[in-house]
């Protein structure tokens, strides 16, 4: 709708609390991939047990998948800027994205471990 013409849709007041919910998609700096999910880098908490999709991108491959929050911390960069390590857990691991982590893995050189050889 224009800009000039969006005060022509009507409104209804919202009365008591009412829950909603926003879609928002923020490129997330991805930490370390697994098959069975991966550590991001994110600027807002996400609750431990909470279930999001997020949009898997290789190239001109784009792959959604729905993940659950498995761990959340704050950290801080040298700037003193705040972000958080969120750990999640792939709920649909389809062919499609098995075949974009193989390709990501394949890419880059394993990291161990402590404590493994």
């Not at 994110?42 to 784009?62: A, K, M, W, Y």
Request: charge should be positive; hydrophobic fraction near 40%.
């Amino acid at each position: 709708m224009p800009l000039a013409h969006r005060r022509l849709a009507s409104r209804s007041e919202v009365v008591g609390k009412r829950w909603g919910m926003l879609d928002a998609l923020e490129p997330l700096r991805v930490r370390n991939l697994s098959s069975s999910g991966m550590l991001v880098e994110c600027p807002n908490p996400l609750e431990v047990g909470s279930i999001h999709e997020f949009q898997v991108i290789d190239g001109t491959t784009v792959v959604r998948v729905r993940a659950a929050v498995t761990h959340s911390s704050l950290l801080r960069r040298a700037s003193a800027e705040r972000y958080f390590l969120v750990g999640l857990e792939f709920l649909n691991l389809s062919a499609r994205l098995s075949g974009v982590v193989e390709r990501w893995l394949n890419r880059r050189p394993a990291q161990s471990t402590p404590g493994e050889a």
